[in-house]
C-alpha cells in the first residue's frame, strides 16, 4: 500500500510503498478516502509542538474519512502528538470507538476538509463561548478553515458577524460565507483596534482567535465589558501584546481552547454537526483535491498557506 511519510522532523513527508497495518487491540483497519493537509499536521511535524518532537519515521494525518465494513466514517488520529501513524495512507488504523458515521448525504471529500477545524469552530463558538443569538461575533482569520466554519456557524445561530481577514481573497471569501461586516488587519496596535472597534460598530460581545500576535490584543479591546475571547491558534504570532489593563478593567474572559480537550463523545457529536452542515449546503469550504502521491507538494503549498483552501489528499 501507499503511505505518506515524516522521516525527519521540519522536513517535508515522502510518499513510499509499505505494509498494510495490522490493527492493534480496539483497532479496526480503515480504507482511506480522504485525508485533509492541516496546520496541526504541519506542526507536529515540525518537531517544534508542545506535544514534544515525533518518534520518526511515522505517517502523519490527525484525521481521515474512509470506509469500514461498507460504511463511510470520519475517525481521528493522534500522529504527531503520540507515537504511531496517522490517517495519510491507503489503509490506516483507527480506535474503533471514535468513529463517526457519516450521513450518506455528506461528500467525505468536503466532510475531511472541514474536520477538526470545523469541529473546533463549533465548539469555541458554542461549548466554550456561550453564544447567544443577536450577540456580534468577531472572527479572526475568517478566511481560513477556522474562520469560515465560524462565520457560517455564527451566523447559523443568528449573532452578527464581522470577519476580519488579512487579504482581500480571504475577506472575500467570508463574505461569501455570510459575514455582516468585513474588516482588513492592517496597522499597528492603535490602528487596528480603532479599525475593528468602528467594524464591530462599537464593542463585540465574544472574538474567536485563531491568530494572537497583534490581531488578538486589537480585537481583545474591541470586546465589551465581561465579553469573551476564545483563543485556539497562533498563526499570526506565539506571543500577543496583551494589556493588563484591557483585560481587568473590562473584566474580561480569555479561553484558551484545544480539540484535545473534548471527550471523544464531544467530538463525535460535534463532528455529526459538522458533517450535517456539509450535507445540507450550510458548511461549503474551499478546497483541493490531490491524489496521495502528491503529499509531499500539498505539504509544501499548506507551509506556505494555500490559497485555494484546504487541500486533501484522496486515494
Ligand atoms: N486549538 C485547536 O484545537 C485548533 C483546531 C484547529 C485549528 N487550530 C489552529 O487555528 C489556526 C487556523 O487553523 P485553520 O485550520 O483555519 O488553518 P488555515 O485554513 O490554514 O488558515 C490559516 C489562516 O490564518 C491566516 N493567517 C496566517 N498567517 C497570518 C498572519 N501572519 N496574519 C494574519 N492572518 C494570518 C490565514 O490568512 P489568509 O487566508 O489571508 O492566508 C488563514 O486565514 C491554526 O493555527 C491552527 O493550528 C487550532
Same mark, same amino acid.
Given at each position: 500500500?501507499?503511505?505518506?511519510? &515524516?522521516?525527519?522532523?521540519?522536513? =517535508?513527508?515522502?510518499? +513510499?510503498?509499505? =505494509?498494510?497495518?495490522?490493527?492493534?487491540?480496539?483497532?479496526?483497519?480503515?480504507?482511506?478516502?480522504?485525508?485533509?493537509?492541516?496546520?496541526?499536521?504541519?506542526?507536529?511535524?515540525?518537531?517544534?509542538?508542545?506535544?514534544? /518532537?515525533?518518534?520518526?519515521?511515522?505517517?502523519?494525518?490527525?484525521?481521515?474519512?474512509?470506509?469500514?465494513?461498507?460504511?463511510?466514517?470520519?475517525?481521528?488520529?493522534?500522529?504527531?502528538?503520540?507515537?504511531?501513524?496517522?490517517?495519510?495512507?491507503?489503509?490506516?488504523?483507527?480506535?474503533?470507538?471514535?468513529?463517526?458515521?457519516?450521513?450518506?448525504?455528506?461528500?467525505?471529500?468536503?466532510?475531511?476538509? /472541514?474536520?477538526?477545524?470545523?469541529?473546533?469552530?463549533?465548539?469555541?463558538?458554542?461549548?466554550?463561548?456561550?453564544?447567544?443569538?443577536?450577540?456580534?461575533?468577531?472572527?479572526?482569520?475568517?478566511?481560513?478553515? &477556522?474562520?469560515?466554519?465560524?462565520?457560517?456557524?455564527?451566523?447559523?445561530?443568528?449573532?452578527?458577524?464581522?470577519?476580519?481577514?488579512?487579504?482581500?481573497?480571504?475577506?472575500?471569501?467570508?463574505?461569501?460565507?455570510?459575514?455582516? &461586516?468585513?474588516?482588513?488587519?492592517?496597522?499597528?496596535?492603535?490602528?487596528?483596534? %480603532?479599525?475593528?472597534?468602528?467594524?464591530?460598530?462599537? %464593542?463585540?460581545?465574544?472574538?474567536?482567535?485563531?491568530?494572537?500576535?497583534?490581531? /488578538?490584543?486589537?480585537?481583545?479591546?474591541?470586546?465589551?465589558?465581561?465579553?469573551?475571547?476564545?483563543?485556539?491558534?497562533?498563526?499570526?504570532?506565539?506571543?500577543? =501584546?496583551?494589556?493588563?489593563?484591557?483585560?481587568?478593567?473590562?473584566?474580561?474572559? &480569555?479561553?484558551?481552547?484545544?480539540?484535545?480537550?473534548?471527550?471523544?463523545?464531544?467530538?463525535?457529536?460535534?463532528?455529526?454537526?459538522? %458533517?450535517?452542515?456539509?450535507?445540507?449546503?450550510?458548511?461549503?469550504?474551499?478546497?483541493? +483535491?490531490?491524489?496521495?502521491?502528491?503529499? /509531499?507538494?500539498?505539504?509544501?503549498?499548506?507551509?506556505?498557506?494555500?490559497?485555494?483552501?484546504?487541500?486533501?489528499?484522496?486515494?
Amino acid at each position: 500500500m501507499r503511505r505518506v511519510l &515524516v522521516e525527519r522532523p521540519g522536513e =517535508p513527508p515522502v510518499v +513510499r510503498d509499505g =505494509p498494510v497495518p495490522d490493527p492493534g487491540p480496539g483497532e479496526v483497519a480503515v480504507e482511506l478516502l480522504a485525508a485533509p493537509i492541516t496546520p496541526l499536521d504541519l506542526l507536529c511535524a515540525s518537531g517544534r509542538s508542545y506535544f514534544g /518532537a515525533p518518534a520518526t519515521p511515522y505517517v502523519p494525518g490527525v484525521q481521515g474519512v474512509g470506509r469500514v465494513d461498507g460504511r463511510t466514517v470520519w475517525f481521528p488520529t493522534t500522529a504527531g502528538m503520540r507515537p504511531g501513524d496517522g490517517s495519510m495512507a491507503t489503509v490506516a488504523t483507527a480506535v474503533a470507538e471514535d468513529l463517526v458515521e457519516l450521513p450518506d448525504a455528506a461528500d467525505p471529500v468536503a466532510v475531511a476538509a /472541514a474536520g477538526l477545524s470545523a469541529v473546533a469552530a463549533h465548539a469555541c463558538l458554542h461549548a466554550r463561548g456561550g453564544l447567544v443569538a443577536g450577540e456580534t461575533v468577531l472572527v479572526l482569520g475568517a478566511g481560513g478553515v &477556522v474562520g469560515l466554519s465560524a462565520v457560517r456557524f455564527a451566523r447559523a445561530a443568528g449573532a452578527r458577524v464581522v470577519a476580519a481577514a488579512r487579504s482581500p481573497v480571504a475577506r472575500a471569501r467570508a463574505g461569501a460565507a455570510g459575514a455582516d &461586516v468585513l474588516a482588513g488587519l492592517d496597522g499597528d496596535l492603535d490602528e487596528l483596534t %480603532a479599525s475593528l472597534a468602528d467594524a464591530c460598530g462599537g %464593542a463585540a460581545d465574544l472574538v474567536l482567535d485563531p491568530l494572537f500576535g497583534i490581531p /488578538a490584543a486589537a480585537a481583545l479591546r474591541t470586546l465589551r465589558p465581561g465579553g469573551r475571547m476564545v483563543h485556539l491558534g497562533s498563526s499570526a504570532g506565539d506571543t500577543s =501584546p496583551i494589556d493588563s489593563a484591557t483585560l481587568r478593567s473590562r473584566s474580561l474572559r &480569555v479561553i484558551g481552547y484545544t480539540n484535545n480537550e473534548l471527550s471523544a463523545a464531544e467530538r463525535a457529536a460535534t463532528l455529526r454537526a459538522v %458533517a450535517t452542515a456539509v450535507a445540507d449546503g450550510t458548511l461549503d469550504l474551499p478546497h483541493e +483535491r490531490r491524489p496521495l502521491d502528491d503529499a /509531499a507538494a500539498g505539504w509544501q503549498r499548506q507551509a506556505a498557506g494555500a490559497p485555494d483552501g484546504r487541500i486533501v489528499l484522496v486515494t
